[in-house]
């Protein structure tokens, strides 16, 4: 798999080598995440098959700009440490940008982190949201005995 990005006009081009359909759509992700907001060490986490893109559109939430900067800002918190929270104890990389907040980690993580997102951003209190994660993983535990 090549990629190549035209820097005169921001074109992508891929050259697809070989069958393997699933690096095609691996390389395609991995843009995508990157134009999210995504850092390239992050984005490449996409390459592992077990990992997956999960993108959120903050306008189903209110579509105002101030109202857009505030859901943000609450999944964001001071310094970064509620975002920084749910990645840890999700398992996840979150890149909030323009109108997306966008997840990466494997599909049952991601699952909840999503909803954790969500609820923030419905105005749920924090410390709601990190007893639903807690709560959460606890039980995929159980289930993995």
Known sequence: MALSVESATGNIFFEQKGKKQADFLSALNIVKAIGRGFSPENAFLLLDEENF????????FGKTKKR????????????????????DET????????????????????????????????????????????ESSLSERKFEL
């Open 91 to 134: 398992e996840t990389k979150i890149s909030i940008f323009g109108k997306t907040i966008s997840i990466i980690g494997k599909i049952e993580n991601i699952e909840i982190a999503k909803k954790a997102v969500e609820m923030i951003v419905q105005g749920a209190r924090h410390t709601s949201v990190f007893d639903f994660i807690r």
């Open 53 to 60: 893109l999960q993108i959120i559109d903050l306008t189903e």
């Open 68 to 87: 857009l900067s505030s859901r943000r800002g609450r999944v964001i918190g001071t310094e970064g440490k509620i975002r920084k929270r749910i990645e």
